[in-house]
């Protein structure tokens, strides 16, 4: 978005197209908030560059300072200090853009860079403003379902869903998804963190029936991510429950035919190798017999 602001300097009235953008940055990463002027190139000893908190209220509201061509520390706030970068192989070619480190929830505000050139008087050249969002990742949630036996139809069972070190607060979904309609949670917690991130726990009530299937959807909007996880469970019919006993049947039936089989091979051949023993033993006493 771009609109126009007037400056009012002496003997001078400016305008100057004021850009606006929106970015996004996960908690912990570093940010960078983009200001860059398309104009002629420029000399650092003629600028002053000033990045600053937009909300005019704040006590302290400077985010970093160049002055001719060096950083200015003096009026820097406390809160970013050993935080704050200039890209400086790219000052002269009107990137003034400035890099965040370790962002946190309380960086989360509308920034404002202003770029004044002084030659035979002090102009605005170049400004811009950057709202910075804040996000993370929630878990990949964790659905337990009602443990069932074939009479619980028409029983109110209970499921959970859990996720966590997510930010800012989800929007928690329970689904059912065999035609696809919303279903109000029974119970819905939101817990902060010291870390400033959230962990949430939800609980669905529903009479059971014999198919069911459940989602459980963690909405981040700010990064646009919706993760789910899902339960499935069909009653068996009475004929598909009669079929698996048949052939559960059938198949120890057969176990103990190749049992009994596999026992007689057995004794016939020991019985083989004791009769074959024997006469060998019997052959060499009678020859022992005749020697004498």
């Known amino acids: 978005r771009i609109t126009s602001l007037f400056f009012f300097l002496p003997f001078n ?26 104009g002629r190139e420029l000399h650092l000893k003629n600028l002053r560059v000033y990045w600053q908190i937009a909300d005019d209220q704040e006590e302290c509201s400077v ?76 878990s990949q949630p964790i659905l337990s379902g009602p443990i069932r036996n074939s009479d619980s139809t028409g029983e109110e069972v209970t499921f959970s869903c859990k996720s966590g070190n997510g930010y800012p607060e989800p929007n928690v979904y329970w689904i ?42 963690i909405e981040n909007k700010i990064l646009q991510e919706n993760l789910s996880a899902n339960y499935t469970q069909q009653k068996q019919s009475n004929d598909s429950s009669t079929e698996s006993r048949k052939n559960l049947e059938k198949k120890g039936q057969g176990a103990q035919a190749a049992g009994i ?27 022992y017999k005749g020697k004498e």
């Open 13 to 38: 009235l400016v305008v100057i197209a004021l850009e606006e953008k929106i970015i996004v940055s996960k908690l912990g990463d570093n940010a960078t908030l983009s200001c860059i002027y398309r």
């Open 63 to 138: 985010v970093h300072a160049l002055i001719s061509g060096q950083d200015n520390e003096s009026e820097q706030c406390v809160h970013f200090k050993n935080r704050t970068q200039l890209f400086w192989d790219r000052l002269e070619t009107g990137d003034f853009s400035l890099l965040l480190l370790n962002v946190s929830q309380s960086d989360e505000r509308t920034y404002k860079c202003v770029v004044l050139e002084k030659t035979d008087y002090t102009r605005v050249i170049h400004q811009a403003e950057v709202v910075l969002s804040l996000a993370a990742s929630y």
């Open 176 to 217: 059912n998804k065999t035609d696809n309609s919303h279903l109000p949670p029974s119970e819905l917690h939101i817990t902060p963190h010291a870390d400033g991130t959230y962990s949430i726990f939800s609980t669905l009530k529903v009479k059971a029936t014999s198919n069911m299937q459940i989602e459980c959807s």
């Open 261 to 287: 089989i596999s026992i007689v091979i057995l004794m016939g051949l020991l019985t083989g190798l004791t009769c074959w023993l024997w006469r060998r033993r019997s052959s060499k006493l009678a020859s």
